[in-house]
Nanobody, 118 residues
Framework: QVQLVESGGGLVQAGGSLRLSCAAS?????MGWFRQAPGKEREFVAA???????DYADSVKGRFTISRDIAKNTVYLQMNSLKPEDTAVYYC???????????????WGQGTQVTVSS
């Protein structure tokens, strides 16, 4: 069983930056982030493998960077050049494969709110 705890959300002005963290307990191969904006479905944001390979949604490429600290079993999401449309609850997730963690992760954190004001 994997437990995930996010931190780092908050309120920021458009163009600003935030860094989200997610600490995992238990073995994780792939870790990533989804987000859910008000009235919308959850969508994939980014994922990273044990070896450091990454995937990003087109909407965040060039602005967001995912990284992980294997020793701490923690994944980070550095979000730069934030836009109001990035406002959402961000969920950390984990899974045993790239397909799972980018489409239907089995493990989820509780979510952290990110609000970008215009």
């Amino acid at each position: 069983q994997v437990q995930l705890v996010e931190s780092g959300g908050g309120l920021v002005q458009a163009g600003g930056s935030l860094r989200l963290s997610c600490a995992a307990s238990g073995r994780t191969v792939y870790m990533g982030w989804f987000r859910q904006a008000p009235g919308k479905e959850r969508e994939f944001v980014a994922a990273i493998s044990w070896t450091g390979g990454t995937d990003y949604a087109d909407s965040v490429k060039g602005r967001f960077t995912i990284s992980r600290d294997i020793a701490k079993n923690t994944v980070y999401l550095q979000m730069n050049s934030l836009k109001p449309e990035d406002t959402a609850v961000y969920y950390c997730n984990a899974g045993s494969s790239r397909v799972l963690v980018t489409t239907n992760p089995p493990y989820w954190g509780q979510g952290t709110q990110v609000t970008v004001s215009s």
